[in-house]
């Protein structure tokens, strides 16, 4: 069930929102398997054990009208820290397993003046 869920989440956003550890996991249809699919850097052939690699938007450039998770980090029960102690922010996939970490709302994303 879970794995169609991410399904139809992918098929049906424009922007998704996730409370997650930051962390890899093989499960189909958990949070990391929905995150990584809807960015882009996970497919079918993909899904292994590779840690997730977080990389900040200052060295790469951003790509405007990607797909955009907003990631809030949140601890897995039982664990002490979400992924590093990391703040909100925005995610854009950049590779396999590669997402760019961007702290504020990409221009692209934000409404021309007077259109809010």
Do not use: H
């Not at 797909?67 to 002490?80: D, E, I, K, Q, S």
């Not at 909100?88 to 934000?110: I, R």
Request: one cysteine or more.
């Amino acid at each position: 069930m879970y794995a169609n869920l991410t399904d139809t989440l992918i098929r049906r956003s424009s922007l998704l929102l996730a409370l997650w550890d930051g962390r890899r996991s093989q499960l189909s249809g958990g949070t990391a398997d929905t995150v990584l699919r809807y960015l882009g850097v996970r497919t079918d052939e993909s899904v292994g054990i590779e840690p997730v690699e977080f990389v900040d938007a200052r060295r790469r450039g951003s790509r405007a009208c990607a797909r955009l998770v907003y990631w809030t980090p949140a601890a897995r029960n039982g664990v002490a820290s979400a992924s590093d102690s990391r703040i909100a922010c925005f995610l854009l996939g950049v590779g396999e397993n590669v997402l760019q970490v961007q702290q504020t709302m990409p221009s692209w994303l934000k409404a021309p003046a007077g259109r809010a």
